[in-house]
């Protein structure tokens, strides 16, 4: 069955340290991902997109990674701030039809402590 | 950049009655927008996409006659609930599609059905 799983739904680190995030699918062939940020009652805020040929993209403090053999992405913040607390989504696109058919993974809700 | 507006950002109805929510782009014209429904730690789900001029096209399990789409604008659509029901009661967002553009989304609208 298609899956799309994000590695946990809370994840706690220590300000400065880097965060590292986890999207994992299976049985999808997407031709690209994204990561988005969702703050409270707020809609999700477009952080990223990696294409399937490319590994790496940086934006800032941000990083993904993308392994279509492994079928997973890897979102880093480094030097982490308790402004970085929200829950981050991953989002797998590309399979045709409407540029919303985004499948959502459930988000990971991160926490940085001063 | 890109906004998104969605209104009301909250709103409570009896059951059995109608609730409109309405999705704008401010500064960009949105041939296509999105709808989408949340509901507590599970995934963003897309509900149709709307095009302008033209009928909605609905995911499947997701019933037109229960959730009607008008995108009467480039910068207008809205989302009605008929006859709502406590079950309907969930964060519903839009988001808004421009060329070359990743998409932005609404700050969501709460619903509640007592």
């Known amino acids: 069955s298609q899956k799309i799983e994000q590695n946990s739904e809370a994840l706690n680190i220590q300000e400065g340290k880097t965060a590292t995030l986890t999207c994992n699918y299976t049985n999808y062939s997407p031709a690209y991902l994204q990561w988005y940020r969702q703050d409270p009652g707020r809609g999700p805020v477009f952080l990223l997109l990696i294409r399937e040929n490319e590994k790496e993209k940086r934006k800032e403090r941000l990083k993904v990674t993308f392994d279509t053999t492994l079928k997973q992405s890897l979102f880093h913040i480094t030097a982490s701030q308790p402004a970085d607390s929200a829950t981050y989504l991953c989002a797998l696109g590309g399979f045709g039809g409407s540029q919303g058919n985004l499948i959502f993974g459930k988000g990971t809700k991160l926490s940085v402590k001063p | 950049g890109a906004v998104v507006s969605q209104h009301p950002s909250r709103v409570i109805c009896k059951s059995g009655t109608s609730v409109k929510i309405e999705c704008r782009s401010l500064?960009?014209?949105?041939?296509?927008m999105f709808w989408y429904r949340q509901f507590p730690k599970k995934s963003l789900m897309l509900m149709a996409t709307s095009n302008e001029g033209s009928k909605a096209t609905y995911e499947q399990g997701v019933e037109k006659d229960k959730f009607l789409i008008n995108h009467a604008s480039l910068t207008l659509s809205t989302l009605t609930v008929t006859s709502a029901h406590p079950e309907d009661s969930s964060f519903y967002i839009c988001s808004a599609y421009t060329q070359s553009s990743p998409l932005h989304f609404g700050n969501g609208t709460r619903l509640t059905v007592t």
């Open positions: 500064d960009f014209q949105a041939t296509t």
